[in-house]
């Protein structure tokens, strides 16, 4: 290690902190490496939290065994928080929320923007109320576990992934569940409404009260604590627990006055980025959930699932020490709700064409398309035909080759 390095900086110690740091050193990177988390917990797996954890069959959710960071020469920095940023000095600003005194300045040579994203309170509502949730960290859902044995109903406020994967574990836990949604079925934005009906229905043949195409006009407390959600149509459901789902802002705040370019909120917002990942900054990239890359046809993106985050990492990493940028593979993620795995590869669009290839009440498998080429695919408990898909994704594919 040379003495006048100041190594790469890593703001996060999230997923693609960890993924970057590993990708460094297994790419032969000898410099120092810091990460800076302002969680209290070392880096630890989020899809768990919806899912094994809330079950209450998991609490392993660690990303590495806690002899990993020595062993690899990897800083943790636990319960700091980068405040500021100057790209001039090659600087960071660190402060301790249990230490208001104290106030840092670290050097960088190369830093890495891996932040992730901040979940959305339910507008208007009392911050302090008791029994209502949002899930994105560790703490978070253990404090949501801790209320289920005590509970027998729950109101999960938006049908995204992580509200419809809450909704089947809180479910599968023993409580009387009712799934909230403004929208016309769950999971419309993100893959249309002819497979959001099939979730939905997936969630009602279960026992979930699903609402969909209805919002949430109040959450209605006694003594603090909720106790029912009222509807916009009128409907009043008990509620002991509420978990807000109702997506996540990209945690940028720490970017103000460091002339780092951010996404506008049309395109997603998040960091402005390239297509492999730099700043408008030298030497500054972004990774993960609140990094927005410029895709392949040069339109921006941001996403806000694991395997991007890895990919985006290794790619990151591979530049840092001085390698070519290699570009991204096909897009995958999935969501385990009940008893199934919904897989999805490609990029699908709302607004794409959609074939269902074959649906026997439960399990499915479709196809999406978009000006008569395939774009992606969606399958539940279809792990092998989604998997098969893969080759024809990678090239541009007649939807007609495929159906
Ligand atoms: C409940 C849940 C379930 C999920 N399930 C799935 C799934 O089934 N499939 C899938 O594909 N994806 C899933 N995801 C998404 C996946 O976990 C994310 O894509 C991934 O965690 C993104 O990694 P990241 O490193 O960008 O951010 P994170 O893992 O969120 O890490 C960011 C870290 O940065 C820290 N930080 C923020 N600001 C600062 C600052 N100023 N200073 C220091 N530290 C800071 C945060 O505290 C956080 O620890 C799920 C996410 C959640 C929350």
């Not at 797996?45 to 020595?70: C, H, I, N, T």
């Not at 694991?306 to 985006?312: G, P």
């Not at 385990?336 to 490609?346: N, P, T, Y």
Request: glycine share 10%.
């Amino acid at each position: 290690m040379s003495e006048s390095s100041a190594g790469v900086v890593v703001v996060g110690a999230g997923l693609g902190a960890i993924r970057l740091a590993e990708n460094l050193r297994t790419n032969g990177y000898v410099e120092s490496i810091t990460l800076i988390g302002a969680e209290a917990h070392p880096p630890y797996d989020r899809p768990p939290l919806s899912k094994s954890v809330l079950l209450g069959k998991d609490d392993r959710v660690d990303l590495k065994p806690g002899d990993f960071y020595g062993e690899h020469g990897i800083e943790l920095r636990l319960g700091e928080r980068v405040t500021a940023i100057a790209p001039d000095d090659k600087t960071v600003t660190i402060e301790r929320p249990d230490d208001p005194a104290h106030s840092e300045t670290l050097r960088y040579d190369t830093l890495v923007l891996a932040t992730g994203l901040a979940p959305r309170a339910f507008p208007g509502a009392d911050p302090d109320l008791a029994g209502v949730h949002l899930l994105r960290t560790y703490d978070d859902a253990v404090a949501l576990r801790s209320e289920i044995d005590a509970a027998q109903t729950a109101v999960v406020i938006g049908a995204g992934f992580i509200g419809c994967e809450v909704a089947a574990s809180l479910f599968t836990r023993g409580l009387s569940v009712s799934l909230v949604e403004p929208a016309q079925t769950p999971l419309a934005a993100a893959l249309g409404t002819q497979i959001g009906a099939l979730v939905a229905r997936l969630h009602t043949d279960n026992g979930i009260d699903v609402h969909a195409g209805v919002g949430v006009s109040e959450l209605i407390a006694d003594a603090g604590k909720v106790r029912a959600v009222k509807l916009s149509d009128g409907t009043e459901l008990a509620a002991d627990i509420v978990v807000v789902g109702i997506g996540s802002t990209p945690v940028t705040d720490y970017l103000d006055g460091s002339g780092i370019a951010l996404a506008a909120r049309e395109d997603g917002g998040g960091i402005a980025c390239d297509t492999t990942g730099h700043t408008s900054a030298a030497d500054v990239f972004a990774i993960g959930d609140v990094a927005n890359w410029l895709d392949d046809s040069g339109k921006p993106k941001r996403v806000e699932h694991w395997n991007h985050t890895v990919e985006q990492a290794s790619i990151v990493a591979h530049q840092i020490v001085g390698g070519d940028a290699v570009t991204a593979s096909v897009p995958y993620f999935w969501s385990d709700q009940f008893d199934l795995k919904i897989q999805v590869l490609g990029s699908p669009r709302a607004d794409d064409d959609l074939h269902i290839a074959s649906d026997d009440g439960k399990k499915f498998l479709a196809y999406y398309s978009r000006d008569g080429y395939l774009t992606a695919v969606i399958g539940a408990g279809k792990v092998g035909a989604v998997m098969k898909t893969r080759p024809k994704l990678q090239t541009r594919t007649p939807i007609s080759e495929v159906i």
